[in-house]
Structures are given as C-alpha cells and as structure tokens.
C-alpha cells in the first residue's frame, strides 16, 4: 500500500524526517501539500507569503519529480482533505513533520485519530525545530518565560540531532488522484505587481536556501555579532523566510556555524551570537506553544486594559512610510517593497507604532503578518508583544526608543535611509536623520520640500514619549 506525506512547513529534501519516514517505509509515496485558509482564520497566509509559497512550491516540485515523486495540491479543509484522500488512496501510513499552534496541532491530533478509526497509521516527526518545546524545561519542569535561563538550558543540551541525510528517491505511486493546478490557487500578485522588489531579493526554494547559506557563511558570518545591528551593512543571514517554510532546517543551521566555529572559520563569540538567535526562534516557540492566547492577547494581563488609539491616518503613514521620521519611513518601505525588514529596523518601527503612536501592537503584527515573507506565527507574534513590552522578558514598557538617536546610532552615514527613502538622498548627513532640522537653503539645495516631498513629522516624540509613560502609569 502507498503512503502519504503531507509537506506543510518543510518544502526541502535535505534533514527533513518525516521524508525519511516515509522513503524508508519502502512504499510507494505520495506527496500531498493542502492551502486551508479557513482553519488558520486570521493566520491564514498573508499576501507576501502567498508570493513566496507559490515559487516554493514550483521549486519543490521540480525537485520532486527529478527523484520520482509527485506532488498533490489540494485546497480546502485539511481535517476533511488528509483522511478522505488516505482513504482514496488505500494508504497504510501518513507522514508528516510536526506544527505548534494551537491551530495547527488541533487539527493534527483530530486528523490523527481519524486516521487510527481507519486502521491508517499517522507519524509525526519533529523537523521544524532544535529541540521539542517540552524538551526544554525549568528545573521544576515548567516552560520557561524568560529567554536568558531558557539558552543557558538550551545551551546545556548535548546539542541537537545529527542531520539527515538528503532523500534521494521517492517513488511515486502508479495511478494518481486528482490535484489542483498550482496557478488556479492565485497566489501571485496581479496588477499591480506589488512583488517586483521581491524577485531580484528572494530564490524561494531549498536550493536558493542552501545557496544563501553557504554565501552568508562564506562572507559574514564571521563578522555577525559586530554587524548584526546595522541595517546600513545589511550582513545578517536572510534565512528567515527560507526558516518559515521549511526549506532549510534550523538543525542544518547549526551544525554548519558549529562546524565553522571549531574549525575556527567563525570566531567562537560571532558564531554563538548567531546560534543564540536560532535560540530565540525556539524560545518563542516554546512561548506561543504553552501560552495559545498570546496570538492575540497580551501575556501580561495588566495590558489588556492599556487605551490604545485608533488613529487610521497615523496607522496609514506608517504602513506606508509616511511618518516624516526617516529611519522608521526606510524600514516601512523595506518591508513593502522586499517583503523583508531588518531586525534593528523591526524594533525601531515596532516602537514607534506602540510607543509614540500610541497604536495597537496587534495592528503592527497585522500589516507585519501580510507584508512579511518570512512572516511566522511564532517569531512575530513574540516579537510585537516584547517591543509592546507586555510580553516575556519584555523590554521593560517605560524604556522607550528614541527613533532619531537608534538611527544616528545604527545608520551613521544614513545609508539605509538613503536606500528607501530616495527623496532624502541629497540630504547632508548631519540632517539625514531628523530633516526638520536643516535649514530652508539646505533643504532646498538637495530638492526637499518638507510636508511636500517628504512628511513633516506626525507626533512629536518627547510629547508622545510623556503620554506614552502616563497611559503606563494607569495600568501599573
Ligand atoms: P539572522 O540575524 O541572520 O538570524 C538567523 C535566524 O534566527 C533568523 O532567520 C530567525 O529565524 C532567527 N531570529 C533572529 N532574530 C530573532 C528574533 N529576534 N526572534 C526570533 N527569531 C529570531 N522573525 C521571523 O522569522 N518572522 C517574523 O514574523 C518576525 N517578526 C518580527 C517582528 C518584530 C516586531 C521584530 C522586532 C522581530 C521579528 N522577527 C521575526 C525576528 C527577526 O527580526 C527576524 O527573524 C530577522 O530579522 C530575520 O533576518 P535574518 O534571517 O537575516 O536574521
């Protein structure tokens, strides 16, 4: 009899265990991938994703058929999709890597015992992380809240599975159910093309995976702890969207900066600095796996009564790169026009929507969730709650950002700004970071009209910054 492998977050053949499970079985397999908006509800792919999943898909598959197999789309509800084509097909086992949200695992043991009434097998593997997030635990045995004590933990491990090998054959089944055609799913952009800036940025697939990995390792990597904070040099891996979708395993990840690291490739301090954000992926998996309602409520209670305003104007200049503060204009276009920002970028533009804005985190995690191409459930939702400061080991709420000095700090020269924000690029420096300063004569020099050609500011930062910390006071 067939077997099935359901592919969700792990578009790759290399490290990719439930693949294994299934090859080994020594049954024919077929590969079966299901888009179920319906049972992801508000976490249903956003657009930016729907882009990438569309050439990730069309990689996988050419992989796919290079090795025997063949590959099923269908669209619809995957409690109902995965059991009903089981059946179809007479399969004796169902194959699959293991998911963490709550959504996700609901639907996963559901399907799991519709199967078992059926006599078909269904195994789960883990292939989407270091470590289980009940593997790593406090020392009486509770997940952890906060991330300093979680590496330490981590870090105390053996360290995680050894590899596997790349699947090299996968041998299809003779006769084939029906699938969708990829294109009718829609998943690309129309007109306007809003994914232009997308395509000369990103190679979706396993292959554009492992060739930024071996690039990113062959020029920065070393460099990483020193660089990761400049979104100017723009040395960080890139790896994020390839992370989400599986086509690249965080185990891979780190055996290779492992590996460099004790062959001395890698300084001992940049390599660790990198496997701790690895951590922080796991750590934010470990939080949203033990606390579900964090998609949307904050983890800590007493901010479930913080006032924030419903500004739609202010809401919209910053989506669009509109506030007249360059450094968060220039990570808000990143973001719209690669699908991608820098981390430094993200806390700075996630503060300023909080904190000077006033606005709701969960309106940032939105726009983030469609605009992001490596937008994931876990790392984002974690992330806006520790800038909003009501999430595990927050930055404390009352440490507030100051959007020019982290630019003068992180973008000294202003080339980032200058990148996304092209109508300030004749700017001198000294005024690249705060344009309000610079005199009629300057600003008319390098072609700028402010409130015309670039925004005035739209809130006053130490004004906000005070109405910031009173709205605090009251939910202390
Ligand atoms: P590198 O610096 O090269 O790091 C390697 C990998 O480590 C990343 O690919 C990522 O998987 C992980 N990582 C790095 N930093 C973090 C972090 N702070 N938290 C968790 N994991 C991390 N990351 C996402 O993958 N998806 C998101 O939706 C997301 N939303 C974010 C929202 C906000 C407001 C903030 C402040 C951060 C968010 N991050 C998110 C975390 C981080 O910004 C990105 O992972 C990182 O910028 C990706 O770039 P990179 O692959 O070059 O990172």
């Known amino acids: 009899d067939p077997v099935i492998l359901w592919l969700r977050e792990d578009l790759r053949f290399d490290d990719n265990p439930a693949m294994r499970e299934a090859a080994a079985s020594g049954a024919p397999v077929l590969c079966l991938y299901v888009l179920d908006d319906a049972t992801a509800g508000d976490f249903a792919m956003g657009a930016a994703q729907r882009w990438w999943l569309h050439h990730s898909l069309c990689a996988f598959k050419e992989d796919l058929e290079t090795r025997g197999g063949a590959l099923i789309l269908r669209r619809g509800k995957e409690t109902e999709i995965v059991p009903a084509l089981a059946k179809e097909i007479k399969a004796s086992h169902v194959f699959w890597n293991r998911r963490y949200m709550k959504w996700q695992t609901d639907p996963d043991t559901e399907i799991k015992s519709a199967l078992q009434d059926m006599g078909i097998k269904g195994i789960s593997c883990n292939g989407r992380l270091l470590y289980e997030p009940w593997e790593i635990e406090t020392k009486s045995g509770d997940p952890y809240k906060v991330y300093t004590p979680y590496w330490k933990s981590l870090q105390q491990k053996e360290g995680p599975r050894a590899a596997l090998p790349r699947t090299d054959k996968l041998n299809a089944p003779p006769s084939l159910p029906s699938t969708d055609r990829l294109d009718d799913w829609n998943l690309l952009p129309r007109s306007p093309n809003w994914a232009e800036g997308f395509e000369p940025v990103w190679t979706p697939g396993e292959k554009g995976a492992r060739a930024r990995l071996r690039a990113w390792l062959d020029t920065d990597a070393a460099s990483y702890d020193d660089c990761r904070n400049r979104p100017d040099q723009d040395r960080t891996s890139r790896l994020s969207p390839h992370l989400h979708f599986g086509e690249i395993s965080p185990v891979v990840l780190w055996h290779s900066v492992s590996d460099a690291m004790e062959a001395g490739d890698i300084p001992k301090d940049q390599g660790t600095s990198f496997l701790s954000e690895i951590a922080w992926r796991e750590f934010s998996y470990q939080l949203l ?89 876990a790392n984002n939702t974690a992330s806006w709650q520790w800038i909003a400061g009501c999430g595990a080991d927050a930055a404390p709420f009352f440490r507030i950002f100051n959007p020019t000095t982290q630019s003068e700090k992180f973008d000294p020269d202003g080339a980032y700004i200058r990148r996304y924000v092209p109508e300030l690029r004749d700017l001198p420096t000294r005024f690249i970071h705060e344009p309000r300063k610079a005199s009629t004569a300057i600003l008319k020099d390098a072609g700028i009209v402010l409130g015309e050609t670039y925004p005035d500011p739209i809130v006053d930062h130490s004004d906000r910054r005070k109405q910031a910390l009173s709205r605090y006071e009251a939910i202390k």
């Open 289 to 377: 796996y033990y606390h579900p309602t964090m998609r949307d409520q904050p983890l800590m209670e007493k901010f479930t009564d913080f006032e924030w305003d419903t500004d739609k104007k202010a809401l919209n200049a910053w989506q669009r790169g509109r506030t007249g503060y360059p450094i968060v204009d220039a990570g808000m276009r990143q973001l719209w026009t690669e699908g991608w920002m820098h981390n430094r970028v993200r806390m700075i533009v996630g503060s300023f929507l909080v904190k000077d804005l006033l606005l709701d985190w969960r309106d940032g995690m939105r726009w983030f969730w469609d605009c992001l191409v490596d937008a994931d459930p």
